[in-house]
């Protein structure tokens, strides 16, 4: 750590020196522009760079299948803003990976296709990213999802479990988008002034999107579990809803807490959510009492909903703290 005395001059002006060592490698010189960006009782100076777009390279010769579709993914949430796949030759197969890690992220589309190499570019500007409305929107969609995987369950109905896995790939979307605004703002702090959020809320809002993107793939999970099931004993069904119904409304709580700008308000409801966990514990020991009259592979299989829809509460629990944290006095 290096520190610098601050001077007055011309009467009115503050002023410190850089270190020089910091402005060589960050190409600082006379005449250079930089900004500063105040954050409570820190500020934070970086070099402006205009019109900077981000852009970084992969060799994929030994990347294909989920390994490449994954590959695309990282660089896209690292924030590269234009990405180039190269390899000797571009076969089929990874042209289809690449469009569908292509067709599974926020903003990103091919601009360029040769034998050799495929490019992406992010067309969409930082600022018309908004982590509120993305959290907002995966709230909306994973608890629908897990309210109709329950009832496809229920009902036996295949229909709406196949559209309920269909629906998990939206909120992966918002997922990845998250994670990508999140570490633009944790990288530069002008990105922090395009999202209007500051950094401690930005990462407030990526562990809830975090949560919700788990309770996601526990719907999905619930879903896929339905068509390996028959009709289910009323009795089961009866406690199954009311385990759903419980979790849901210590995520929906959480979620209430995490959004809510009254700090006293936020606190009661993420209180309220931690409070309702315990009464988890003792719906998930009643339905295993159920399950234990009925056929062992039925039992095994509605075991692992009774987990998933426990999982979801103890999820909604982790937002809860979050928005506990949130709303406490900053030191």
């Known amino acids: ?105 926020v903003g990103l589309e091919v601009i360029e296709e040769t ?13 018309e990213l908004s982590i ?11 608890l629908t999802m897990l309210e109709d995987a329950v009832t496809a369950l229920i009902e036996n109905d295949t229909d709406l479990a196949a559209d309920v896995s269909e629906r998990d790939q939206d909120v992966n979307r918002l997922w990845y988008m998250t994670s990508r605004v999140f570490r633009s703002v944790l990288r530069e702090p002008s990105a922090a002034v395009e999202v209007g959020l500051d950094r401690e809320t930005c990462f407030d809002y990526h562990m809830g999107a975090r949560q919700l993107e788990r ?24 406690a199954l809803a009311d385990l759903h119904a419980a979790a849901s409304d210590i995520a929906e709580r959480a979620m209430d807490a995490l959004l809510q700008d009254d700090p006293e308000e936020a606190m009661s ?35 692992l909903v009774v987990d998933s829809l426990s999982r979801t509460a103890d999820y909604g629990a982790n937002i809860a703290e979050n928005a506990m944290q949130k709303t406490a006095p900053k030191p």
């Open 1 to 105: 750590m290096e520190t610098r005395k601050v001077q007055v001059t011309g009467g009115s002006t503050y002023t410190v020196s850089l270190p020089k060592g910091w402005a060589t490698a960050n190409e600082v010189s006379a005449g250079s522009v930089v900004e500063f960006h105040a954050e409570e009782d820190s500020l934070v100076l970086s070099p402006r760079r205009e019109n900077e777009r981000l852009e970084g390279a992969l060799d994929i010769t030994d990347l294909e299948g989920d390994e490449l579709t994954q590959a695309v993914i990282t660089m896209y949430i690292n924030g590269f803003d234009v990405i180039t796949l190269r390899t000797r030759r571009v076969d089929a197969a990874q042209r289809a990976a690449i469009r569908n890690a292509a067709q599974g992220l």
């Open 115 to 127: 034998s050799e190499r495929v490019m992406l570019q992010d067309l969409l500007d930082s600022s």
């Open 132 to 142: 509120h409305n993305a959290i907002t929107r995966m709230r909306l969609v994973a």
């Open 215 to 238: 309770i996601a793939d526990h719907a999905s999970k619930i879903a896929g579990l339905s068509l390996e099931l028959d009709e289910i004993p009323e009795d089961a069904a009866d």
């Open 269 to 303: 409801l993420a209180n309220e959510a931690r409070a309702n966990v315990s009464g988890i514990d003792e719906r998930t020991r009643d339905i295993e009492g159920i399950l234990r009259d009925l056929e062992p592979q039925q039992a095994q299989l509605l075991g």
